[in-house]
């Protein structure tokens, strides 16, 4: 049962280059979700998925796409990658009560 | 005002010491809270969640105070093993959409 995954766990990009993060969880859960995490800022949170099909905003949005592509699987797209977007990104899915976070990707875009 | 504020700390304790923690949110209509515990880079773990009748775990003791909009950890006899950032959430339920918002943490070190 190895909980949350995120691949990869480091990666550079050039401004404007695209990559996808891919997240899987095995816990059978609903719903989940990408969160950002910058100093000083604390976890914000980009999109979530409730259930397999369905996908929503979160509070920074912008810059970022997403799939449900099963109950398992749910990945974050960087169509055109920025320096602002520079950042670890946390992957989570959530039973109540509480989320599980994956072990997080390392983001620096030059 | 922040939706969700905490006092990013550092709090340096010495061992065996007991501490507090209060995280303030704005929005009266949130509904779920919980503490979580992070340590230095790596991923959030949920310690506990957090009801008005209180929440007891061991060393570790969360509240919900409505009226006054804020949740509180107590940390009781602190170990080295207890440094960490612990990050308050708050979660609000309106039409079917889920709003999560995370403090931005406080971090405890426990010295010996």
């Known amino acids: 049962n190895a909980g949350v995954t995120q691949t990869p766990k480091f990666q550079v990009l050039k401004t404007g280059q695209s990559m996808t993060l891919q997240c899987a969880q095995d816990?059978?859960?609903?719903?989940m979700y990408w969160y950002r995490q910058d100093p000083g800022m604390g976890l914000r949170l980009i999109y979530y998925?409730?259930?397999?099909?369905?996908?929503d905003k979160g509070e920074v949005p912008n810059g970022y796409n997403v799939s449900r592509l099963n109950k398992r699987e749910f990945s974050l797209r960087l169509e055109s990658a920025a320096p602002s977007q520079t950042s670890v990104y946390f992957c989570?899915?959530?039973?109540?009560?509480?989320?599980?976070f994956g072990p997080g990707t390392r983001l620096t875009v030059t | 005002r922040k939706e969700v504020e905490q006092d990013p700390g550092p709090f340096n304790v010495p061992e065996g010491a007991t501490v507090a923690f209060n995280c303030t949110y704005s929005?009266?209509?949130?509904?779920?809270f919980f503490w979580y515990r992070q340590d230095c880079r790596k991923e959030p773990k949920l310690l506990m969640s957090?009801?008005?009748s209180g929440n007891e775990d061991g060393r570790f003791t969360a509240q919900l105070n409505r009226a006054s909009q804020y949740i509180s950890l107590l940390i009781r006899d602190s170990k080295l093993s207890d440094s960490a950032t612990y990050l308050c959430?708050?979660?609000?339920?309106?039409?079917?959409?889920?709003?999560?918002?995370f403090g931005i943490g406080t971090k405890l070190q426990v010295i010996p």
């Open positions: 989570a899915s959530s039973d109540w009560p509480g989320q599980y």
């Open positions: 816990m059978n859960h609903n719903s």
């Open positions: 998925s409730a259930s397999e099909g369905t996908t």
């Open positions: 929005n009266s209509a949130s509904q779920s």
């Open positions: 957090v009801y008005s």
């Open positions: 959430v708050v979660i609000m339920n309106s039409g079917g959409y889920q709003k999560v918002t």
